[in-house]
């Protein structure tokens, strides 16, 4: 079956533009996780949807990031006013339920702000 | 593509040799832990789990320690192959906060045949 899709794969803009990253979950699963990873780290949580609802937002780094999940399934991470410090890759992940479930990544959208 | 992980420790074998992992997490209250291995430009995969009840477990080719004295998990990898040459990395996640994983640095993994 069909794992975590994210679109797109790579984004380019300039600093101070708005962007939207989506991902598509495994169908079924309520659990969806973003992670932000850094060159040369581990992913960073930034926050998990069970349902529609942010369970955790506690990892967003301001308020420029938002992210939601209207009906449960596709979710969209969004950035306002982008800085080159938000160059990234950004993960998505998905479990069955939330509670310890394993989670199942994406490939990640690399962001690049210039 | 780039090279992720320029700082990160590495560690280089011989393929069939068993390579050895180790990782220092930094919670004493977690109580749930994870590998990931983790190939250039793709997610995270996961490789296997152990709960902070056990001490050790075991997969197909690969198992887990965790020595919560000092706070420390190793991930042993038996016979390993260069498909196996990825960067690896430890989470961890403790009680109501499960849906939020705390990754480890990662550490390079190269096998040469």
């Known amino acids: 079956g069909a794992g975590v899709s994210q679109t797109p794969s790579n984004k380019v803009t300039e600093k101070g533009k708005y962007v939207e990253l989506r991902c598509d979950p495994i169908?079924?699963?309520?659990?969806l996780y973003w992670y932000r990873q850094s060159l040369g780290q581990g992913p960073e949580f930034l926050i998990y949807?069970?349902?529609?609802?942010?369970?955790?937002d506690s990892g967003l780094p301001n308020d420029r990031f938002f992210a939601v999940r209207p009906e449960g399934s596709v979710s969209t991470l969004k950035i306002q006013r982008t800085e080159r410090g938000d160059s990234a890759v950004y993960l998505c992940?998905?479990?069955?339920?939330?509670?310890?479930?394993?989670?199942?990544f994406g490939p990640g959208t690399r962001l690049t702000v210039l | 593509g780039e090279s992720v992980g320029l700082h990160l420790p590495t560690l280089s074998v011989q393929e069939g040799d068993n390579s050895i992992i180790n990782c220092a997490y930094s919670?004493?209250?977690?109580?749930?832990f994870i590998w990931y291995k983790q190939e250039s430009g793709k997610g995270p995969q996961f490789i296997i789990d152990?709960?902070?009840?056990?001490d050790k477990r075991q997969g197909q080719r690969v198992t887990v320690l965790l020595n919560k004295t000092v706070k420390h998990l190793s991930l042993q990898i038996a016979a390993t192959q260069p498909g196996d040459s990825a960067v690896y990395f430890c989470?961890?996640?403790?009680?109501?906060?499960?849906?939020?994983?705390?990754f480890g640095q990662g550490t390079i993994l190269t096998v040469h045949p």
């Open positions: 992940a998905s479990s069955l339920t939330q509670g310890g479930g394993e989670q199942f």
């Open positions: 169908s079924g699963h309520t659990a």
């Open positions: 949807f069970q349902g529609t609802g942010a369970a955790d």
């Open positions: 919670n004493s209250a977690s109580d749930y």
């Open positions: 152990i709960r902070s009840n056990m």
């Open positions: 989470a961890e996640t403790f009680g109501t906060s499960y849906g939020k994983l705390t």
